[in-house]
């Protein structure tokens, strides 16, 4: 970025941050005849960036240089060996939308049901948030289907190809997995259907082979529109409020990583009508703590003074606790290795066929097959005592809610320096609900790139950590019955005694058609250690500002107004108050369509909280 860019004095709607649900939420507000409103985003803007057109280039900005996402690191736990765990988030015009691996996966209709009668929220029901999330979208994967939109910005399709290693998947799942079914053109993305293997949709433009984002679907096509500024590289450090504790603007930084040079100061935007922060599970309660907002405790440790007691800003943390698991694949897997290995030849086949067909792997995520999944009565004690009464209270009741989701990823998913510069796939699998919560909470009560105060929770509850070690040995099943699978690499697998029938197969042939592993109880034990060793985030980070009622450590009631502040809203995946057993960009791009009818019915009413 060249210049400073300008900042008027003073717009009716100040939004604090421009990932996901800030782009829905200000392209849709900009439909609103005169109402002027800025955007301001801490990252570097992604329009020409060619790396995130292409979906397949995903993991490129997922290295520790990365310039368009930001690292957490958690404390120290226990519960995962010592580790600490390092969630990225996306920092960059766009947010999650522009650097996700492009999954399309749909809440269950109990979640957001849950949201409705479990924590109070009038409005925010499946039967509310579906015509919301069919509004957003246009199916490609299947035109017309049943619960899919068919004119919205955003575009879903199976991407430009269909890979063996997908296939292979369904065609062991058929065989091998009889206590659910498989079928390719099976919808799992219809709020309802658990246990059925089926083809997986993604974020990405059928027709072109480029990522669908909410810069190119919501705001890039309204660029003319005078009364819409989004301004990059401009961090928020707090919203001002007045003595009546209303929210008149924000107070911003210029990110000198992306504008070196520019002054250090200070500067003040002034609001009319509304504040809005859309900056996202982690951003959004730093800047609530910054301003004064949040629990007495935590603003004492940083300095901060207190104008508002909300002890529920940034408590609740939730992400899904996620394995990928990596096998050795044939050498003929179509799998996305080589493209992050940057095989040159490959990369130049692969991008003359996007460019001329928006087909081909440049065009994929890397993941095809998928499942819900629920276990069968003849699998529950396998999925451990600890489990047994979450299972009973919590998913018995509720039938379309998957416990662990599945798949199968055509690529290393992880550090590619951990094997050698192979074929691979992964066996990918995440708990929906996870029980542990954390935390996340500043350090400093000016600096925004201060490190946070990040507590993750995972596998602190045992219920959490048996399902994983359950889907660890299905998912072992499934791959070794793959024709494509050529081994395990040992050090990427539970460290089982070398005379275990369960040690590593290091190289094969092909398939192994066998008996089931049998796992004695060091190796179940090997196999719990290996999961608190290499559990991971699945970047589902959700739930830190959390929509419930205030006494229950809620931050924002059913219209999203901050508790004990006029004129400010949040508006992002913070203020999910309970997990969705999915990954969470749908689930996002739905919050800020509802906050969209919110606020324009608000402004009407000229009742703006
Ligand atoms: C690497 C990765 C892969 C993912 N893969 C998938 C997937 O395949 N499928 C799926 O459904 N979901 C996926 N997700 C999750 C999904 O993308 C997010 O849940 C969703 O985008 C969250 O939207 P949001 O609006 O809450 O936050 P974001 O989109 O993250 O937007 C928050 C924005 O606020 C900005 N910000 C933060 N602090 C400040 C500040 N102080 N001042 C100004 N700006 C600030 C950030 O830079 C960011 O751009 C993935 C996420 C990541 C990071």
């Given amino acids: 970025m060249a210049s400073t860019p300008h900042v008027e004095a003073e717009y009716d709607i100040v939004i604090a941050g421009g990932g996901t649900s800030a782009g829905v939420l200000a392209a849709r507000l900009s439909s609103v005849p005169g109402l002027r409103i800025l955007v301001l ?62 999954m399309y996966t749909r809440a269950s209709a109990s979640d957001y049901d849950d949201w409705e009668n479990v924590y109070g929220n009038a409005g925010w029901g499946s039967a509310d948030l579906l015509p919301l999330l069919e509004k957003s979208e246009t199916y490609q994967a299947q035109p017309g289907a049943r619960t899919h939109g068919s004119g919205g910005p955003l575009k879903v399709s199976y991407g430009g190809h269909f890979t063996n290693v997908g296939k292979d998947l369904l065609d062991v799942a ?97 609001s009319t009508s509304l504040v809005v922060i859309c900056a996202g599970v982690f951003g959004t309660p730093g800047i609530l703590e910054r301003s004064g907002i949040g629990g007495a405790e935590v603003l004492a440790r940083v300095g901060v003074p207190q104008r508002v ?19 050795t694949a044939a050498p003929e897997a179509e799998t996305l290795d080589p493209i992050a290995q940057g095989n040159a030849e490959v990369i130049e086949a692969a991008s003359s066929e996007w460019f001329s067909t928006g ?72 708990t929906g609900y996870p029980l542990a919560l954390g935390h996340v909470h500043i350090t400093d009560a000016n600096n925004v790139d201060a490190p946070t105060d990040f507590r993750s929770g995972y596998l602190e509850d045992l219920a959490d950590v048996t399902p994983l070690v359950w889907a660890y040995k299905h998912t072992r099943e499934l791959a070794r019955r793959m024709p494509l699978f ?58 830190t500002c959390a929509m419930k009622h205030k006494d229950q450590g809620g931050v924002v009631d059913a219209k999203l107004n901050v508790y004990g502040v006029t004129g400010l809203k949040v508006v992002d995946a913070s203020i999910c108050p309970g997990n969705v057993g999915a990954n969470t960009f749908s689930t996002a791009v739905g919050i800020a369509e509802k906050a969209a009818l919110i606020i324009t019915d608000e402004l009407s009413s000229s009742i703006v909280a």
């Fill in 309 to 327: 007691d909300l002890p529920g800003v940034g408590e609740s943390y939730q992400d899904h606790n996620g394995l990928f698991v990596p096998y």
């Fill in 359 to 430: 087909k081909g792997l440049l065009a994929h995520n890397s993941m095809d097959i998928g499942v819900k999944l629920r276990p069968a009565p003849s699998e529950l004690d396998a999925f451990g005592t600890a489990f047994r009464q979450r299972w009973e209270e919590y998913f018995v009741p509720k039938p379309d809610k998957p416990v662990l989701w599945l798949g199968a990823f055509a690529m290393l998913i992880g550090d590619p320096r951990q094997a050698p510069p192979e074929k691979y796939f992964s066996m990918g699998y995440f």
């Fill in 174 to 270: 058929r065989a091998y997995d009889t206590l659910r079914s498989s079928k390719e053109d099976a919808d799992p993305n219809d709020l309802e259907t658990v246990n059925v293997y089926a083809r997986w949709p993604k974020w990405i433009d059928g027709d072109d082979g480029t990522r669908s984002d909410v810069p190119n679907a919501y705001l890039y096509p309204l660029e003319k529109n005078e009364n819409l500024t989004i301004v990059p590289a401009a961090s928020v450090v707090r919203v001002t409020l007045d003595e009546n504790q209303r929210a008149t603007g924000l107070e911003f930084v210029w990110n000198q990583r992306f504008l070196p040079g520019a002054d250090t100061g200070v500067h003040k935007v002034k």
């Fill in 486 to 543: 050529r081994g395990e690499p040992p050090a990427l697998h539970p460290r089982f005694a070398a005379d275990s029938p369960a040690r590593a197969i290091e190289r094969a042939d092909g398939a192994q058609a066998g008996e089931r592993i049998a796992y004695t109880d060091q190796d179940e034990k090997a196999i719990e250690a290996f999961t608190r060793e290499r559990v991971t985030t699945t970047w589902h980070s959700i739930g």
């Fill in 41 to 102: 985003e801490a990252g570097p803007p992604t329009h020409d960036d060619l790396t995130l057109r292409q979906p397949a280039c995903v993991t490129a900005h997922l290295t520790p240089a990365s310039q368009t996402l930001r690292f957490h690191v958690s404390e120290e736990s226990a519960a995962l060996g010592g580790r600490r765990l390092v969630v990225p988030t996306a920092a960059c015009v766009g947010g999650g939308s522009t650097v996700n691996f492009s």
